[in-house]
């Protein structure tokens, strides 16, 4: 087994052994390798927190790509843009 392969198993065994993902969306793009955990993590009915505090917009002006962002809010979770709200945001979900 290569490297790679270890590491990206670990990674599925991380996604797989928590109840909320959080990812962090910074960047002129989302990174692809954080698009595909989303994407996984939506798939295994994790609640999805994205981060984005980059001002920047992307291409179409939303803060992420419109497929990340579908996956967040369909899992339950929100996009916010500081930590504070990130933080209120997760206390939200271990205090209902």
Known sequence: MTLNHRI??????????VDVVVAVLDGSDVDSGTASEVGFAFARDKTI?????????TCVRTLVNLQVQYWIEESG???VRTVPDLIFALNGVNNP
């Open 77 to 79: 979770g929100r996009l």
């Open 49 to 57: 927190y994205g981060y984005r505090g980059d001002i920047r917009l």
């Open 8 to 17: 990206g198993d670990l990674n599925r065994g991380a996604i797989e052994g």
